[in-house]
């Protein structure tokens, strides 16, 4: 582990990433929350070593981001991982309390939203996530809104995700983006994916389907002047999908669950996924696994062709 980038901020860089940001390498970002909070122990260890696998299989480097006892990591040493997979009351840190953690030194993950807030701050522009956090189901009711749309809207980080959760209402989501201006943009395919599945039965506003094609654009917007991030949709392969109408009843039945506990805040996504993952006896985890596995290697081959 590297010294503090500045006496004031507790950020470390993993020597590996230490090294590839001296050299100028390409760097991909990765959350954390969804080790801690998205999946359980070993699949989540599991997951997170082969992410960093591939991300450097196509010539890039993984930085997976955390903060452990006040520092915010940016990269994780195997044994970090390991301690980080099985901790048990590590926070759920947002925009809102990730310089709490840092400030109280506790221990937390990042979701989407601090995982970005730390990546820029650290100079990395790509990261790979399996799905944002977005609009609720009854959010009308429940005022259920992800700070992730928040932070695509303002911070300079390309997010590939494989679309946003099912559990989540995807219109809403994504007439939120929309408002907000955030790119989205479906990579290789015409219809927005819906995480678990390929199509969301919404069209796709925009679409490339090259790495370079998404380098190309994001040169763009930075000689426009325009800030804020982007969203890459990435279709999860289809030998790994469960189809939407058979995802729709066991999202229905963790819904009505989620109401019966009178779940709430922070606590509805990990709830959720958790209550999928029993109803559909842990095939959702393995695609779940390999649809963050195919936005590892779509980020690490953008993160190349932004060099
Ligand atoms: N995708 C997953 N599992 C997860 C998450 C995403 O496959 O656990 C996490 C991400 O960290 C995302 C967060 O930022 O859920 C959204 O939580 P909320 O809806 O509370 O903002
Ligand atoms: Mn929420």
């Known amino acids: 582990m590297t010294k503090p980038f500045s ?5 470390a860089y993993s020597d590996e990433v230490a090294a590839a940001k001296a050299r100028n390498a390409p760097i991909v970002a990765l959350e954390s929350t969804i080790i801690t909070h998205g999946m359980p122990f070993p699949g989540n260890l599991d997951m997170a070593r082969s992410v960093e696998a591939i991300i450097r299989e196509e010539g890039a480097v993984p930085a997976t981001i955390a903060v452990i006892d006040g520092v915010l990591h940016i990269g994780l040493e195997d044994a970090e ?4 997979a099985q901790t048990q009351d590590a926070m759920k840190l947002s925009r809102a309390d990730l310089a709490f953690a840092l400030a109280e030194r506790r221990t937390g993950a990042t979701t989407v939203a601090a995982t970005m807030i730390a990546a820029a701050r650290a100079g990395i522009r790509v990261f790979a996530t399996g799905g944002i956090g977005g609009v609720h189901r009854k959010a009308e009711e429940s005022f259920d809104i992800s700070a992730d749309l928040d932070e695509l809207a303002r911070t300079g980080v390309i997010v590939v995700s494989a679309g946003a959760k099912a559990i989540l209402d995807i219109p809403k989501t994504l007439e939120v983006l929309e408002t907000r201006g955030v790119p989205v943009v479906t990579y290789d395919s015409e219809v927005f994916p819906a995480f678990w599945s390929r199509d969301s039965g919404l069209k796709s506003a925009l679409m490339l389907n090259s790495p370079a094609a998404i380098a190309n654009f994001q040169r763009m917007r930075d000689q426009l002047g325009v800030d804020g991030g982007m ?9 790994n999908e469960i189809p939407r109408d058979e995802m729709e009843i066991y999202i229905a039945r963790a819904l009505d669950n989620a109401a019966r506990d009178e779940i709430s805040g922070k606590a509805v996504t990990p709830y959720l996924l958790d209550s999928i993952f029993r109803l559909t006896d842990g095939r959702s985890l393995a695609t ?9 290697r779509l980020a690490a081959e953008i993160a190349v062709a932004l060099i």
């Open 7 to 11: 006496p004031l901020l507790p950020m």
């Open 81 to 84: 991982l390991v301690a980080l």
């Open 231 to 239: 969203l890459i949709a990435n279709p999860v392969p289809e030998e």
């Open 288 to 296: 779940n696994i390999a649809l963050v596995e195919n936005n590892a």
